[in-house]
């Protein structure tokens, strides 16, 4: 089992949905949870970064983190164009030393 | 500045080439890393710098060599690679190793080879 799950997509939703995007996690101790967007050729880019849980908003996203659930999400509100890419959760492994990252969930916005 | 900066954006190189790919943050960062990604995979690790002393290997073949001159550049050297190491090379900083550091990512060197 990988420590972290993440499904690949592809994702494709019309322009102005909300989108959820979610990773699910085996390693109890995990504590930090980030989530970053990658456009096609480009480095990733950190989006949100959360720390044990609860909700988290900025702007049209917000990250949600169920630690009871081992299960972590992304909404994005009202979604554009723009905000097709692939988005990848990512958590430091026990000791930091490493951070573990989902394989990504593609997503397609239809304008 | 909270930016990551790596040259050269693309290589396309020859089995017995040698090249260097550079890696620069002026964010104060002590912790540098390397990355490889493949199409449609997520970023795989590669190595780590703390305090510019190496601090992971994650068993990287040694036709890739890691180089941390000082605390804001970051080199990998190589020599010899084979056509499947072709792939985005990514940089990334963070403060510090310590856990749950935010990770600032470059945009990447996309390498090709022949």
């Known amino acids: 089992q990988k420590e972290v799950e993440q499904d690949p997509g592809p994702l494709s939703v019309p322009e102005g949905a909300i989108v959820s995007l979610n990773c699910t996690y085996s390693n109890s101790a995990f504590q930090y949870f980030m989530w970053y967007r990658q456009y096609s050729r480009k480095g990733p880019e950190l989006l949100m970064y959360?720390?044990?849980?609860g909700n988290k908003e900025d702007g049209r996203f917000t990250a949600q983190v169920d630690k009871s659930s081992k299960y972590i999400s992304l909404f994005i509100r009202d979604s554009q164009p723009s905000d097709s890419a692939t988005y990848l959760c990512?958590?430091?492994?026990?000791?930091?030393?490493?951070?573990?990252f989902g394989a990504g969930t593609r997503l397609f916005v239809k304008a | 500045d909270t930016e990551v900066t790596q040259t050269p954006k693309h290589l396309v190189m020859g089995m017995t080439n040698k090249k260097s790919l550079k890696c620069e943050q002026h964010m104060g960062h002590r912790a540098m890393y390397w990355y490889k990604q493949k199409a449609k995979k997520p970023p795989e690790l590669m190595f780590v710098y703390s305090y510019e002393k190496l601090s992971i290997n994650e068993s990287v073949p040694s036709r890739f060599s890691p180089e941390c001159p000082n605390s804001s550049l970051l080199n990998l050297h190589l020599h010899a690679l084979q056509p499947e190491d072709s792939a985005l090379y990514l940089c990334a900083s963070s403060q510090d190793q310590v856990g749950g550091r935010e990770q600032f990512f470059g945009p990447g060197t996309r390498l090709t080879v022949l």
């Open positions: 990512a958590m430091p492994n026990t000791g930091g030393f490493k951070t573990i």
């Open positions: 959360t720390y044990s849980s």
